[in-house]
């Protein structure tokens, strides 16, 4: 059995369409877990749409992480897929991902390309696996088909918010080593909203200060050198930062 966990937070304008792309999957026995982490709109209602075809949670807001976690913990499958609210799965994603896991016993997961849809078209160009380039940056989305007794003794850290728990849950994993597998099809359809831009779109003042925390959370993954240059990094962009409020705070002051 495959498990599909979609969290859900004030999403549920696109909810049908992540659990009509679960449920409309090709592979079989499947189960569609959806967690709601204490969504304001009208995500239950839609939720509850799908009464008979899904298990559905519900949990005051506490986080993407906590969420991902409380729907792996329901899952029964043998393999396990993330799935964000706001993004949909190809049809024969989990049939294939099962197919080339199978035939790798010795991988952990299978991730694959995405199909950006929304605000702008185009596809990833993921690289083949490789734990010295993930230590650099992140190349792997939530989404991908995992073994359940490997994600369930490697669970997300619930301390980590703002966009990096994908970067650092992979790296746990790289940490005790699993390694993932590239299935070179965009078989994530991942949606570019109008109205924001991506949390990782940018190295931000609050980007580099989440990727030092990273490489805090991993220190016998990164070298003295390298975490090092992490805080250098985090510290140069706090002060320019702080330059550049300054400085508007000068400009708006009277001659």
Not at 242 to 247: I, P, V
Request: glycine content about 8%; overall charge positive; proline content about 4%.
């Amino acid at each position: 059995m495959v498990s599909v966990v979609i969290t859900c937070f004030n999403y549920g304008e696109y909810l049908a369409e992540a659990i009509n792309s679960a449920i409309g999957q090709s592979y079989r026995p499947l189960e569609v877990i959806v967690v709601n982490d204490g969504s304001t709109d009208d995500t239950e209602a839609v939720a509850m749409q799908y009464a008979g075809d899904i298990h559905y949670l519900y949990q005051s807001n506490s986080g993407v992480s906590v969420a991902r976690n409380a729907g792996i913990r329901t899952a029964r499958g043998d393999f396990v897929v993330g799935l964000d609210a706001d993004d949909t799965l190809a049809p024969d994603f989990v049939e294939k991902c099962v197919n080339l896991l199978q035939a790798h016993p010795a991988a952990g997961f299978v991730y694959t390309q995405a199909r950006f849809f929304g605000r702008e078209s185009g596809q990833t160009r993921y690289p083949e696996y490789d734990p010295v380039r993930l230590k650099q940056y992140n190349f792997i989305h939530q989404s991908v088909l995992i073994r359940a007794p490997v994600v369930k003794a490697h669970m997300y850290d619930e301390n980590f918010t703002g966009g990096f728990e994908d970067w650092n849950f992979f790296l746990t994993l790289a940490e005790h080593g699993v390694h993932g597998i590239l299935l070179d099809e965009p078989l994530l359809n991942y949606r570019k909203h109008t109205d924001r831009t991506s949390r990782l779109s940018t190295l931000t003042y609050h980007g580099r200060r989440s990727r030092l925390q990273v490489v805090k959370a991993h220190p016998g993954f990164y070298t003295t050198s390298e975490r090092f240059v992490a805080t250098i990094k985090a510290a140069s962009e706090s002060a320019r930062v702080l330059a550049g409020r300054l400085k508007r705070r000068l400009k708006r002051r009277p001659v």
